[in-house]
């Protein structure tokens, strides 16, 4: 059995009401929704909440709301591990004989389902692969980082690369924020999503943007007008 998760605690501070806060019409968590039962990936695409308003938007577009998620693990401490080994047991506790899972953020509009079913099918293919997650390039070398004292003075962090050619620098990548397909175990057992186990899912850059502020959202909202 393979089933989607997507967290989605009313709770949040810096964009109050976030994952159901209208996005080009329609609240930010239904494009998460949408885009998994469109993949045809999932035989559960489940809402884990702890917000009643939340629950109800989520039913509306089709996502399943078997449970309350306890508010120990509601708070702005909680880890998406912890909220994952929640579901994941509850859902054995169920009986279902659960295989794959994919935890799918709800605040996501640009997944698309070909990157999911990309995603499953990586999984899929190489045993020895624990976890498959959407990533992305950096759009600057991050070798050239510097940081800036207190006094604002300028240092690299890496020195030895400032005369470095930019074609010879390493390419870097960054976790984009959208899903993360793993076996259960995988989840169970806490393992690093960051590790040789793992393998991503390639998104151009144009697709990939962190909403967590309010400029993060009006940029998010140009950006999506674009595509």
């Known amino acids: 059995m393979k089933i989607a998760i997507i967290p989605a605690r009313g709770g949040s501070k810096r964009i109050p009401r976030k994952n159901i806060k209208l996005f080009h019409g329609k609240p930010m968590i239904a494009y998460s929704i949408d885009t998994a039962l469109a993949s045809g990936c999932f035989d559960k695409v489940i809402v884990s909440t702890d917000d009643q308003e939340i629950a109800d938007v989520a039913k509306q577009y089709g996502a399943s709301v078997p449970f309350w998620r306890p508010a120990k693990i509601a708070d702005d401490y909680s880890t998406t591990m912890d909220v994952m080994q929640h579901a994941i047991e509850w859902c054995e506790q169920q009986g279902w004989d659960i295989e794959l899972v994919c935890c799918l953020y709800a605040t996501a509009p640009f997944v698309t389902s ?34 800036v004292s207190g006094e604002g003075a300028v240092s690299m962090f890496d020195p030895t690369q400032e005369l470095v050619r930019s074609q010879d620098l390493e390419t870097a990548y960054h976790d984009a924020g959208q899903f993360y397909w793993g076996r259960k175990t995988a989840f169970l057992e806490c393992k690093s999503i960051f590790s040789p186990h793992s393998r991503i899912v390639l998104l151009p850059r144009c697709r990939v943007q962190d909403i967590d502020t309010q400029e993060d959202w009006d940029f998010a909202e140009a950006l999506f007008s674009l595509l």
């Open 114 to 147: 070909d990157y999911l079913i990309e995603g499953y099918n990586k999984l899929q293919t190489e045993d020895d692969v624990e976890f498959v997650f959407s990533a992305a390039t950096f759009s600057f070398p991050i070798q050239r980082a510097f940081k």
